[in-house]
């Protein structure tokens, strides 16, 4: 690990208690009522807390998927410069409402985007190369998410119903590849968004294990074995709680789909869990690093 690197994980515990507050007061007046269209936002504690620990004011934080810009935002208030890219328009519009609200807030760093794939991402942010002192991102898992419920009282006495978790329809949004597709394409945003960093800048990805048909899947070993591939080395690895701590407890934030899924496994005899932290996985260039810690 680099001096920088050192430096900011020892400034981090193995775990971060990022979920005291649940994720809608979070957002609460930082961010714009819309943004709960999106499926699978970061909690705004996670992304500020590891943007506060690796890097200092006027350093540039790069998102590749950045959804509605909770990466960015975060970013922006804390001084940082970022730069972010999202295929879908809708969630585009969303972040460009959310740097305006940050900004009428105060937020000092300058923002930009762009509407694209981030496949391309080494082209389409070419005036960034060698720059980026921090990655930060995570990958969608699947088209369908957990969302949110709407209750007869909500709407007009119907059922129970779904919304807001699927990312879109287009086939194009990797959220619709199945996990090789998925991997494969996250590899090269890895490695086009690593031609962004600056000598021993860092990747920081956000990921949890998933279900699969009732089969649990290593998703972080995964994108582990992915980076790898492509000449990332990992060198830090943190819990960032999405449960709350008090008394020595967690405070369980799952949401009721979550909640009923668990149910549901556990009645089929799965052990399952809801979850209650993601994986935070930090990851260097093996080329920053010397030779007996690539
Ligand atoms: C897990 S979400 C990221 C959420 C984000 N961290 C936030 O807090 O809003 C992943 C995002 O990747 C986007 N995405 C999917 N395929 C993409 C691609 N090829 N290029 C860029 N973004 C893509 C999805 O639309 C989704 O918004």
Do not use: W
Not at 15 to 36: D, K
Not at 148 to 156: A, C, Q
Request: a positive charge; charged letters at 20%.
């Amino acid at each position: 690990m680099n001096h920088n690197a050192s430096t900011a994980t020892a400034r981090l515990a193995s775990v971060l208690v990022t979920g005291q507050r649940p994720s809608r007061l979070q957002r609460h007046g930082r961010y714009t009522p819309e943004s709960i269209r999106h499926p699978g936002k970061m909690l705004p504690a996670i992304a500020a807390t590891v943007i506060e620990a690796f890097t200092r004011p006027g350093d540039l934080v790069v998102d590749p998927m950045c959804g509605i810009g909770t990466t960015l935002v975060e970013a922006i208030h804390l001084g940082r410069d970022a730069a972010g890219v999202e295929y879908e328009p809708d969630f585009v519009h969303l972040t460009v409402g959310n740097l305006r609200h940050a900004h009428a807030q105060g937020a000092a760093g300058t923002p930009q985007l762009v509407c694209g794939d981030a496949r391309n991402i080494a082209t389409l942010y070419r005036a960034l190369e060698g720059r980026a002192a921090l990655v930060l991102t995570s990958p969608p898992y699947g088209s369908h998410t957990h969302g949110h419920i709407r209750s007869g009282r909500d709407n007009g006495g119907g059922k129970i119903d779904k919304r807001h978790h699927r990312y879109s329809t287009d086939r194009g949004n990797l959220a619709h590849q199945p996990l090789p597709g998925l991997l494969d394409a996250f590899g090269r945003i890895l490695a086009g968004s690593a031609t962004l960093l600056r000598p021993g800048g860092l990747i920081a990805i956000t990921v949890r294990p998933i279900r699969v048909k009732g089969e649990l899947i290593d998703l972080p070993g995964q994108v582990i074995d992915t980076a790898q591939g492509h000449g990332l080395t990992l060198v830090g690895r943190y819990a960032a709680l999405l449960a709350g701590l008090r008394d020595g407890g967690l405070v369980n934030r799952a949401s009721f789909f979550q909640m009923l899924e668990t149910r549901r496994a556990r009645d089929r005899g799965i052990p399952a869990c809801a979850t209650a932290h993601e994986d935070l996985l930090l990851f260097q260039r093996a080329s920053d690093l010397p030779e007996a810690a690539r």
